[in-house]
């Protein structure tokens, strides 16, 4: 019997590894229909031209990389790190916010997909390892991604907290990333449009974390509070952390994006809505939370 009931355990596995790729397939195809049918009803609304609703509909059809991505998955037995719980957080903010700013750190089976749901937006990818992104890049050249350095380790996970709170270029009021070499947690060194852009959603999934000398997401953490709170346009910024359970992402996690502002837990992702510091009643401004 034990050993039947390990069978019949490791053949539903595979039933839902199998079935991921057809769910991704059928959320990708669900944010085309969402588009055009929003676009085609706005138009229905503001225009009376008769070639106008057309016009619309191909605008909002299909993009290519969308295409490209149902071709993927359809046809791909390697599935996201992300399960379809997972994955459905983060789309349910895209489908309200798309055509949006996307930052993701990590580069990897699920690029396509993230892309292929932010149509007409403008979603980069941020990766430790540059044989990885050739790799990525040869076969989805399509994609956005970039090469960057830590400067972080997993194991300083501690100093790094008690520098932040004694240097004064970390501090909330006061910190900034581009050039900030003083505060060890700023991510320094990194492409022009990541600094330039003001992002709408942020996808915390790399670097490496499970081993002490890996460069941690404790930077990333970090920085994405920074950007967060020094949002000049309207709205939250979205901070989506995956394997937030594990021990420095969560205290790192509590730390600098806050738990009143954590807004969804499933699984291993915690998604936060963080409103910028101006929107902030707080007379404590040597805390992020």
Known sequence: MGKEKVVKNRNFLADKIWV??????????????????????????????????????DEYSATPIQLE??????????????????????????????????????????????TALNPRGYTIFLEEDPKWVQKVLKDAPFLHAHAVQYRTQLQQADDLLSHYRSEPSCSPSKAYLRGNENC????????????????????????RGFFAEGPGRMA????????????????????????????????????????????????????FEIPSAANINSDDDDQFC
């Open 69 to 114: 991505a149902i071709r993927h998955y359809a046809t791909s037995r390697i599935v996201p790190q992300q399960n379809f719980d997972e994955i459905s957080v983060t789309f349910d903010v895209l489908k309200k916010r798309a055509p949006c700013n996307f930052l993701v750190f990590g580069l990897g089976y699920d690029s396509i997909m993230w």
């Open 20 to 57: 991921l790729p057809f769910a991704i397939v059928g959320l990708i195809a669900g944010a085309i229909l969402i588009s055009s049918f929003i676009k085609a009803a706005d138009d229905h609304l503001l225009c009376s031209q008769g070639n106008s609703r057309s016009q619309a509909v």
């Open 220 to 271: 990333p953490i970090f920085s994405a509070a920074v950007m967060a709170r020094n949002r000049k346009g309207s709205g939250v910024t979205h901070v989506f952390l995956h394997d937030a359970t594990r021990t420095v992402e969560k205290a790192f996690a509590s730390e600098f994006l806050c738990r009143k502002y954590l807004v969804h837990k499933v699984g291993r992702l915690w998604h």
């Open 184 to 207: 060890k947690l700023a991510l320094t060194g990194f492409p022009d449009e990541f600094y330039d852009m003001e992002w709408d959603l942020i996808m915390i999934d790399a670097p």
